[in-house]
C-alpha cells in the first residue's frame, strides 16, 4: 500500500487536531474550598497562611486523626489478627 506523501501528511494533520480538539471535559460546577476538603489527598499539605488553608489542614488532621483511631480501636478489640503467613502462631 502505498500513499502519496501529500496524503499522508493531510491524514496525520487531521488527526492530530481531531485528537488535540477534544481537550478536557469541564465540570458543571466551580471548585469551591468545601469540595476540596471533602477530597483530600495526600499532596495539600502545605503552610497554612488564609483561613481557607487552615480549615484545609484541620480537616486534613480530623480525617487522619480518624482513620488512626478506627486502627487503635481494632487493636484494642483483637480485630487485627495476623497473616495466615506469619512465623508467629495464631491464636
Given at each position: 500500500m502505498n500513499i502519496p506523501m501529500a496524503r499522508f501528511s493531510a491524514l496525520i494533520l487531521v488527526?492530530?487536531?481531531?485528537?488535540?480538539?477534544?481537550?478536557?471535559?469541564?465540570?458543571?460546577?466551580?471548585?469551591?474550598?468545601?469540595?476540596?476538603?471533602?477530597?483530600?489527598?495526600?499532596?495539600?499539605?502545605?503552610?497554612?497562611?488564609?483561613?481557607?488553608?487552615?480549615?484545609?489542614?484541620?480537616?486534613?488532621?480530623?480525617?487522619?486523626?480518624w482513620r488512626n483511631a478506627v486502627g487503635t480501636i481494632d487493636r484494642i478489640m483483637f480485630n487485627d489478627r495476623p497473616f495466615r503467613m506469619s512465623i508467629h502462631p495464631i491464636p
Open positions: 488527526g492530530g487536531a481531531v485528537t488535540l480538539s477534544g481537550g478536557c471535559a469541564a465540570t458543571d460546577k466551580p471548585i469551591t474550598a468545601e469540595m476540596l476538603r471533602k477530597d483530600l489527598s495526600p499532596n495539600m499539605g502545605s503552610l497554612a497562611f488564609t483561613h481557607d488553608e487552615r480549615l484545609n489542614n484541620e480537616a486534613k488532621s480530623w480525617h487522619i486523626n
